[in-house]
């Protein structure tokens, strides 16, 4: 199963904010890729790489953030947002009305809980992006503090 919907706010199909580690693993396989995100991370995350996603947690192993990679499908809306260019996303968020921020890689927009990364936009416009990062409410705050 590398097929999820987007639950903005919440995480996605099977992977909910707040669940704990033991919970994730016994969903989705209980020996993943662990490792510090940077060696001053307080947590592992773990990396299923078969599904092609990561999963990040806070000091008490809770999901905070899914980082869904090429590979994976995370849906919204009928669309699935790993396949959807900058251009595509950008229009899809505007005609629905969804506030955003766009840098020069990134489309964020915090009311569904995701950032979706594009380090190629320049080069190659109709690219989709290399990974959609899910995340609690405050993630990024608590990231840029």
């Known amino acids: ?13 099977g992977i909910r904010f707040g669940d704990d580690r ?3 693993r016994r969903e ?3 020996d993943p890729e662990s490792a510090k995100r940077t060696p001053d991370s307080v947590t592992q ?9 990561f999963v990040y947690y806070d000091a008490d192993y809770l999901v905070e953030a899914v980082e869904f990679a090429q590979g994976a499908s995370l849906n ?9 260019s900058a251009t595509v996303l950008r229009q899809f968020l505007q005609k629905k009305m969804i506030p955003f921020v766009e840098t020069p890689d990134s489309l964020l927009a915090e009311s569904l809980s995701l950032c979706a990364w594009y380090p190629d936009k320049e080069d ?4 989709g992006p290399a990974s959609v990062l899910v995340f609690r409410k405050g993630y990024h705050d608590q990231r840029q503090a």
């Open 76 to 84: 919204y809306s009928g669309m699935n947002i790993l396949e959807a």
């Open 124 to 127: 190659e416009p109709q690219r």
């Open 28 to 30: 989705f396989g209980a």
């Open 45 to 53: 995350y773990d990396y299923y790489c078969e599904l092609n996603f």
């Open 22 to 24: 033991a919970d994730v």
């Open 1 to 13: 199963m590398n097929e999820f919907e987007l639950l903005p706010g919440e995480g996605a199909t």
